[in-house]
């Protein structure tokens, strides 16, 4: 089976591991000589440096609520 074929088929199980499929996609990246693919996939998986890196999807605006007593 390709690389390719397994990435297409992790990314549709529901019982795949994401960061093994990340992984696939680094190695996708290099054979294919892809910098921005690799670079979102170091993000995705290492983590994003600055708030302006991060995608929009990575964003969620929540409102946090609660009850408090005492001091």
């Known amino acids: ?3 390719l074929s397994e990435i297409q088929n ?3 199980d529901s019982q795949s591991d994401l960061t ?3 992984r696939k996609c680094r190695v996708l990246a ?3 000589h892809h910098e921005g693919l690799k670079n979102w996939v170091d ?3 290492n983590g994003y440096r600055t708030k302006e890196e991060l995608p929009d999807y990575r964003i969620l605006h929540v409102h946090s609520l609660g009850h408090f007593a005492g001091y």
Do not use: G, T, V, W
Request: charge should be negative; glycine fraction near 0%.
């Open 1 to 3: 089976m390709s690389l």
């Open 10 to 12: 992790a990314a549709i």
């Open 20 to 22: 093994d499929l990340l």
């Open 30 to 32: 290099s054979r294919l």
């Open 43 to 45: 993000q995705e998986l």
